[in-house]
């Protein structure tokens, strides 16, 4: 059911934890879903120097949020700005259906934390990070059930 990068992923999550001095902090979830993640990023001349989270939720919500911080760690804002719940997904070499819906949790709180990134240096980050999405309702049963 789960790949070995997924368990890997859960059983030994990588960057969890917080940055008390973070430049941007993103939290997403869906009580209904039951996962809440939060991201924590360090950003130097536009390069994300360390990023961190904490998360609520089941093992595949776990191992997206870690994989995730592997994926934009020491990359740019613009790069991290391109990662996708797909991309996500891949790395982890595939995830269940009804757990689609972690990854997009992952790359919305990337986002997030983007967003308040931007947000605390004066920049509207709407136009350049998108709108922050809770859930990806075609792929969340608990939501898909309203």
């Known amino acids: 059911m789960y790949t070995e990068q997924v368990m890997d992923h859960f059983m030994n999550p990588r ?12 939290e997403v979830g869906n009580a209904k879903c039951g996962d809440i993640m939060k991201m924590y990023i ?3 001349d536009s390069v994300i120097v360390d990023v961190k989270f ?7 919500a ?15 804002l613009n790069e991290a700005l391109q990662l996708s719940n797909k991309a996500v997904v891949e790395a982890l070499g595939g995830l269940p259906a ?8 992952a790359e919305q709180a990337i986002k997030a934390a983007l ?13 350049i ?18």
């Open 15 to 26: 960057n969890m934890g917080e940055i008390a001095d973070a430049d941007g902090i993103g």
């Open 42 to 44: 360090k950003v130097k």
């Open 54 to 60: 904490k998360t609520y939720g089941c093992g595949s």
């Open 62 to 76: 776990i191992a997206t949020s870690s994989i995730a911080t592997e994926m934009i760690k020491g990359h740019t």
């Open 98 to 105: 009804h757990k689609i819906h972690c990854s997009v949790l």
């Open 115 to 127: 967003s308040d990134y931007y947000r605390k240096n004066g920049i509207d980050p709407e136009p």
């Open 129 to 146: 990070v998108g709108k922050i999405t809770e859930c990806d309702h075609d792929h969340c049963e608990s939501c898909s059930e309203d």
